[in-house]
């Protein structure tokens, strides 16, 4: 016999009970899945930083709020898809921050009115941006954590299968019960293959997004005192 055809990583699989199978099968998939997502989530994180220092520096140039605003708004912008997620949210509080002011055109200006307006605003564009960026972040969360419990399963099975074979067996031997438990091993293996690179993406991917929050709060906060002093 030919041990090392038999115990090939191919041969372990096509050997392996039809359940052991599906088993591996499916965090195949889920892996597929997760390093998709995991790509995608690169390159938007990537992205959502490189377009933030962008803005920050513009915006902590001096330049003319208005005028930038104006650039913000412009269609060829929005249509070049070059606006970032800090912009969008400088967008919301400056579009609510100049409807407010319409509204009190020949009234005494209420500053209180106008800069919780622009933060409410800014709060509801931070959300919609936060929950961009942190979708598909659970999904990783959960393949990092079932995976190797579902492939523990798949293990426990294939052992269990390989044992009852041995009670038709005369003389139970490590070369008749070896390729059994090889088989069933196969199936933690996968599971940590699809477990642990989903777990090392959240946790720096979840860090990354924690530290693009703080800065969006902080712009939100600066932005606020800004808009607070033009009012009085």
Do not use: C
Request: glycine share 6%; hydrophobic share 50%; no cysteine.
């Amino acid at each position: 016999m030919n041990v090392t055809q038999d115990l090939s990583f191919v041969t372990m699989i096509t050997n392996a009970s039809l359940l052991v199978q599906l088993v591996m099968v499916l965090l195949l998939l889920v892996s597929a899945m997760s390093w998709t997502y995991i790509f995608r989530k690169m390159f938007a994180i990537r992205n959502a930083k490189a377009e933030t220092a962008a803005f920050e520096s513009v915006f902590w140039s001096g330049t003319n709020l208005n005028a930038l605003y104006e650039e913000t708004t412009s269609s060829r912008r929005q249509r070049d898809g070059k606006a970032g997620a800090l912009e969008r949210i400088f967008k919301a509080g400056m579009e609510e921050h100049r409807k407010a002011r319409l509204s009190f055109s020949g009234k005494p200006v209420d500053s209180s009115a106008l800069l919780d307006g622009a933060r409410r605003a800014m709060r509801a564009a931070y959300q919609r941006e936060m929950d961009m960026l942190e979708a598909h972040l659970s999904f990783l969360a959960s393949v990092g954590s079932v995976s190797p419990y579902v492939g523990l399963f798949g293990t426990v099975w294939g052992i269990m299968n390989a044992f009852r074979g041995l009670a038709n067996v005369q003389q139970a031997t490590l070369a008749s019960v070896a390729p059994g438990i090889a088989e069933a091993l196969v199936a933690t293996a996968i599971g940590l293959f699809s477990a642990i690179p989903a777990v090392v993406a959240y946790n720096r991917y979840s860090d990354d997004i924690d530290r693009l929050a703080i800065r969006f709060e902080s712009f939100i906060e600066e932005f606020s005192n800004i808009l607070n002093r033009q009012a009085r």
